[in-house]
């Protein structure tokens, strides 16, 4: 064990081949991507097996091209999401249209299923108008301050329930989010009032440089629901076919459509959160300021890119006959021209510094307009060109 208390199994994790293999957890696919023998494959049609792997495709190469911006100065810090792009897709695809999403800053592929990149992409330019806009698509403005949108999550749940909408709140987290204390109120208030809220914990093995291990000493995050009395499931997030189908009976339960009882002798249509545990790992750093070789060695990765959700959502889809090699083309050509497009939208947006007070309050307190008006006069005093960096 190193100092930070990592091991071999810092992710309680140490079998060489398949780091999943020993866990009690919910799989469809193995990890060459054929499904379990006696796993249920999810009833979806031919097109939206294919769209679920378009989805992770194109979130995959968002991915590799925000680096890249980042390293070109063309965005600012971006938290990567490779290998974690099976729980966000799959859990996505798994909800209607209208039930809201809030989530941490990984999850960017729940942003890729809404079809809102480039609207998206903005945020990571310093644009308040990146996050106005993913509104219209049902998702929360993302949350760096760790839990903090988790009370929020739950709040806007309660809302849906309170006014009769047949609306489930997503809310993605970290497991390094589990020690907040809003994690534990949010879920508390959940279990208590009966919110449809899907608590998905995305268990990526790493808080920073902190390791599972060291996060908790429960055996799993999903075991945190029992005390506050609902249910946790576990299941491989890099699998996006077990993703889609706990997400979406998740789902069923959080609208009331479960059959669950909540103990009271009968109501079995009542609401229930339910806590995913997504087991996944996150290839790359943490961020694009963060060195990952400081704190884990990096042959530790090679285990878990053998079970890289992309390859398996593709062998799945091979060998069952629904992709040939000219569909996996032209599928990577459409998602290279979908992110190039979001990058043109992306850099056509105009910097205006007084949007960082707006979206925040429907109408602005004192001290905050003084502050706008403060800048807008210094505008006009000294010019626009005062105040956007010099290239
Ligand atoms: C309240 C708060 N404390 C600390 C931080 C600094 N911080 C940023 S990301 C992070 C780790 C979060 O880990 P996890 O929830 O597991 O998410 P992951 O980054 O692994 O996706 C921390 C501690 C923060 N943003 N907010
Ligand atoms: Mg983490």
Redesign the pocket.
């Known amino acids: 064990m190193d100092e930070n208390g990592a091991d071999a199994g810092a992710s309680g994790r140490d079998d060489a081949t398949d780091p999943l293999a020993d866990e009690d957890l919910y799989r469809v696919l193995g990890p060459d991507g054929s499904p379990l023998p006696d796993a249920t494959v999810p009833d979806l049609s031919d097109e939206q097996f294919r769209a679920i792997y378009r989805d992770i495709v194109v979130t995959r190469r968002f991915d590799e091209r925000a680096v890249s911006l980042q390293r070109q100065g063309r965005i600012g810090t971006y938290a990567p999401c490779a290998g974690q792009e099976g729980s966000a897709v799959g859990s996505t695809h798994a909800l209607a249209d209208d039930d809201l999403i809030s989530y941490q800053y990984r999850e960017h592929g729940a942003v890729v299923v809404r079809d809102l990149l480039g609207e998206y992409l903005p945020y990571w330019m310093g644009h308040e108008s990146g996050t106005e806009a993913i509104a219209d698509g049902n998702v929360f403005p993302l949350n760096i301050g760790i839990a903090a949108h988790l009370p929020h999550a739950v709040g806007a749940a309660w809302a849906f329930d309170y006014q009769g909408e047949d609306r489930v709140v997503a809310c993605h987290f970290?497991?390094?989010a589990t020690s907040e204390g809003d994690f534990h109120e949010a879920m508390n208030f959940a279990g208590v009032f009966d919110t449809p809220t899907l608590f998905c914990c995305?268990?990526?093995g790493?808080?920073i440089s902190i390791p599972e291990s060291r996060q908790t000493a429960s055996d799993t995050f999903a075991q945190k629901a029992a005390a506050y009395g609902f249910e946790g499931v576990r299941v491989d997030g890099m699998d996006p076919l077990a993703s889609y189908a706990v997400t979406r009976e998740a789902a069923e339960r959080a609208r009331g459509d479960g059959g669950e009882s909540d103990g009271d002798g009968g109501d079995e249509e009542e609401p229930r959160p339910v806590l995913i545990e997504f087991v996944e790992y996150r290839f790359g750093a943490h961020t694009t300021a963060d060195d990952p070789t400081a704190y884990r060695d990096p042959d530790d990765v090679d285990p878990w890119r053998a079970l890289d959700p992309l390859d398996r959502m593709e062998a799945f889809l091979r060998e069952t006959g629904r992709i040939d090699d000219e569909g996996v083309t032209a599928i990577h050509d459409e998602a290279d021209d979908v992110v190039a497009d979001a990058i043109d939208f992306a850099e056509s947006v105009e910097p205006d510094p007084s949007d960082m007070f707006d979206h925040a309050y429907a109408e602005l307190p004192p001290e905050v307009r003084r502050q706008r008006d403060e800048l807008l006069a210094a505008v006009e005093e000294h010019g626009e060109e005062a105040f956007v960096r010099e290239d």
């Open positions: 970290g497991d390094g995305h268990n990526n790493w808080a």
